[in-house]
């Protein structure tokens, strides 16, 4: 199997199915040969921080990964609060339940009082405010 790379879709594209690429419209004008061992090499995920690109010539190489843009930042937020909820809802339930049934010892009336703080200030939490997000630390 022999490979090509464009430099303007930063993609790689198989020669032997350049006809059915043409057919839709979508082989690039800029794809270039490049050896089995380029396409083994820049494949897959690159390195922590960097994204395939393309050099002066056209081929591939690993280049610094943009920052993430504002609505990766929210949506980041979005999950993490999710995620840190769905937490704080499964330290609360079984204390909850000792206090529900009147059999919540102290430390756990104490723990649970604590949980629902954090709960209720994690609830606050505003995603559309990333990266500038004030993340309250959970119970000990």
């Known amino acids: 199997m022999s490979y090509g790379f464009s430099a303007s ?10 006809a059915s690429y043409e ?3 979508n082989w690039p004008a800029d794809v270039k040969p490049v050896s089995e061992e380029v396409w083994q090499a820049y494949c897959g995920q690159g390195p ?19 920052p993430p843009t504002k609505s990766m930042l929210v ?9 840190l909820l769905d937490v704080a809802g499964k330290a609360i339930a079984p204390l909850q339940d000792a206090d529900d049934l009147a059999i919540a ?3 756990e009336a104490a723990q649970l009082r604590l949980w629902k703080t954090y709960r209720v200030q ?10 500038e997000t004030d993340w309250p630390l959970p119970p000990a």
């Open 105 to 107: 010892t102290e430390e």
């Open 9 to 18: 879709t930063g993609a790689f594209y198989v020669y032997e199915d350049r």
């Open 122 to 131: 994690l609830n606050r939490i505003n995603p559309q405010d990333a990266p």
């Open 48 to 66: 922590a921080g960097k994204v395939r690109g393309a050099d002066r010539k056209g081929l591939p190489c690993w280049v610094d990964a943009p």
């Open 23 to 25: 057919e839709n419209g």
């Open 75 to 83: 949506a980041a937020a979005e999950r993490k609060k999710a995620e």
